[in-house]
């Protein structure tokens, strides 16, 4: 028999109602055989994440300061959410002390420190649940990932499955034979027995790396949300839903700010061609949006409209650099040997850009950048662009549609948009703009209206 994987998020976990929603969920579809459950998000009366909470006891702890209030504050989320359904506030206690011993531990490695404490949400909520349904008279079992064989490596705060983790994982189709399998997410144990975690919104990540271990007939992944639409809805008004797009789509949608599902949980499916369907918690009326392999070629050319984030570009101008050989490599090395990572690097005869995430530098770096560039290649002239944002056109369609550079250029020109760089990859997926942080609303606006709304 083929199982489900379910995701549920934050806000899916954060109240006893939504609790008892999760059980309605999973007794409609018998298939529903693997959970994998997030730390409890905001909720009315909670204006903060439990992850958030517990960031600041960390954060505390490392400091020497006292986090009693914060560790208050955990204890009675948990509290007010499990004890209503009939948990005994014991055995809440009892579940929350794995906390305690975790935030008395040494805090002399602080990144292994960090992720031991902050996994502890999602652990939490994973053993609770699972006695949840027990006591409702469901088969219900909590598996610790060092049990089912979830070996991460020790990239604390950005771990990744192990070699052999897929194998072991694979087992646990069996035990979904007989009993619902409850999963913590966001995190994994290394070789040497510590807990070590994925980067933030890493429970997604846990959903599809079971999903592809048990090769799952479908991962769903309930958020708060009806599924993906073609533009930010708190930009744009009333956007399309997105009822399906290719995992291709939905990665480069993730990379320029589709924060809907983690950028990572689509590579561990890709390869069996295993669906992931975005759904609602409360809406399960609407089917959400499916990720697959190929979508129908009826279906439109541009499936979204992406932008955000804080870029900078480095822009090098020098008479033949085109007959300069390795100036593109040492360039780039220059930016990789001061740890940075870049986005884009559009060029032309004579000049050629550097985009990188402005966040990842610091104080010293653009200084340094700049110092070493005019030592080691001598340009003649370099400038610095701060305050760029990047909007992405996206669809598979955009292979096989002639215009839509001009289609676009000309909207944001309608629109007083400024483009400073252009950018469209080999494959024809997605073209990207840089213009002014600005402008970042208006733009998206226009690319949507000539999109989607003509």
Do not use: W
Not at 79 to 97: D, M, N, R, T
Not at 296 to 320: H, M, T, V, W, Y
Not at 366 to 385: F, G, H, S, Y
């Amino acid at each position: 028999m083929h199982y489900k994987v379910c995701k549920f998020g934050g806000t899916s976990v954060a109240t006893t109602e939504k609790i008892q929603q999760i059980e309605h969920i999973l007794s409609q579809d018998t298939t529903r055989r693997c959970v994998v459950l997030s730390a409890p998000g905001k909720a009315p009366g909670a204006s903060t994440k439990v992850t958030d909470l517990l960031i600041a006891v960390v954060k505390k702890r490392i400091d020497g300061s006292d986090a009693k209030t914060e560790l208050d504050s955990v204890r009675k989320r948990y509290c007010e959410i499990y004890v209503p359904l009939g948990i005994a506030e014991a055995k809440v206690l009892e579940a929350v002390s794995i906390l305690e011993k975790r935030v008395a531990a040494s805090t002399a490695d602080s990144a292994k420190y960090r992720d031991a404490v902050v996994a502890t949400g999602e652990d939490l909520s994973a053993r609770l649940f699972a006695e949840y349904l027990s006591c409702k008279g469901t088969k219900a079992v909590y598996i610790s990932p060092q049990d089912a064989g979830l070996i991460v490596t020790a990239n604390f705060g950005d771990a990744q499955p192990v070699e052999g983790a897929y194998e072991r994982l694979a087992k646990l189709a069996a035990k979904c034979d007989e009993a619902i399998v409850i999963f913590p997410g966001f995190f994994g144990f290394t070789e040497a027995g510590d807990i070590a975690t994925f980067s933030r919104g890493g429970s997604d990540l846990t959903g599809a790396i079971l999903a592809g271990a048990m090769d799952a007939v479908e991962y769903e992944n309930f958020t708060d949300v009806d599924g993906i639409f073609s533009a930010n809805p708190n930009v744009v008004a009333d956007p399309v839903l997105i009822p399906a797009l290719t995992y291709r789509e939905m990665r480069e949608l993730s990379y320029m700010g589709f924060n809907v599902l983690h950028e990572e949980a689509v590579r561990p499916v890709m390869a069996r061609k295993i669906p992931i369907r975005l759904r609602n918690t409360g809406n399960l009326k609407n089917e959400g949006t499916l990720i697959v392999s190929e979508r129908l070629p009826g279906e439109r050319d541009i499936i979204g409209i992406a932008g955000g984030g804080r870029f900078c570009s480095f822009n090098l101008q020098k008479f033949l650099m085109n007959r300069e050989k390795g100036f593109g490599r040492r360039l780039l090395s220059i930016f990789e040997d001061m740890g940075l990572s870049y986005e884009h690097c559009p060029s032309g005869v004579d000049n050629i850009s550097v985009v990188i995430d402005q966040d990842q530098l610091r104080p010293e770096s653009v200084n340094n950048l700049l110092r070493t560039i005019e030592e080691q290649l001598a340009p003649d002239e370099i400038k610095v662009e701060f305050g760029i944002a990047l909007i992405a056109v996206v669809g598979e369609g955009l292979l096989h549609k002639v215009g839509v550079l001009g289609q676009a250029a000309n909207a944001l020109s309608r629109a007083g948009v400024n483009i400073k760089l252009a950018n469209q990859g080999s494959s024809e997926l997605s073209m990207i703009f840089g213009i002014d942080a600005i402008d970042e609303d208006r733009a998206l606006n226009a690319l949507y209206a000539e999109f989607f709304s003509k």
